[in-house]
């Protein structure tokens, strides 16, 4: 069982940004891939972006490339969502998932994640 609890959320101005942070206390973190996605109002949970155990790899979505930035800290077990030029469209809760694999999942659905935290809302305003 993991254990993953996000933080970070919060109002911000369309241009700004924010950090999501999210902790998954445990000795096998880096054995992980982890990932964010979102979910706004009345839609689909979509992927935001994705990184291998070891940090060698990412994946992002169309939609946040080049604004956003995923990374992690092994020895502090935490994974990190650095958002920049956040835009309206931006507004939804974010969640942080982990794999039950070191390596990049397949694909960027869902269902290739087995653990789920919480959420935390980011709402940008205009």
């Known amino acids: 069982q993991v254990h993953l609890v996000e933080s970070g959320g919060g109002l911000v101005q369309a241009g700004g940004s924010l950090r999501l942070s999210c902790a998954a206390p445990g000795r096998t973190f880096s054995t992980y891939a982890m990932g964010w996605f979102r979910q706004a109002p009345g839609q689909v949970r979509d992927f935001v972006a994705a990184?291998?155990?070891?940090?060698?790899?990412?994946n992002y979505a169309t939609s946040v490339k080049g604004r956003f930035t995923i990374s992690r800290d092994n020895a502090g077990n935490t994974v990190y969502l650095q958002m920049n030029s956040l835009k309206p469209e931006d507004t939804a809760v974010y969640y942080c998932?982990?794999?039950?694999?070191?390596?990049?999942?397949?694909?960027?659905?869902?269902?290739?994640?087995?653990?789920w935290g919480q959420g935390t809302q980011v709402t940008v305003s205009s």
């Open positions: 990184i291998s155990g070891s940090a060698s790899s990412t």
């Open positions: 998932a982990a794999s039950s694999f070191r390596s990049l999942p397949a694909g960027t659905g869902a269902q290739y994640y087995n653990y």
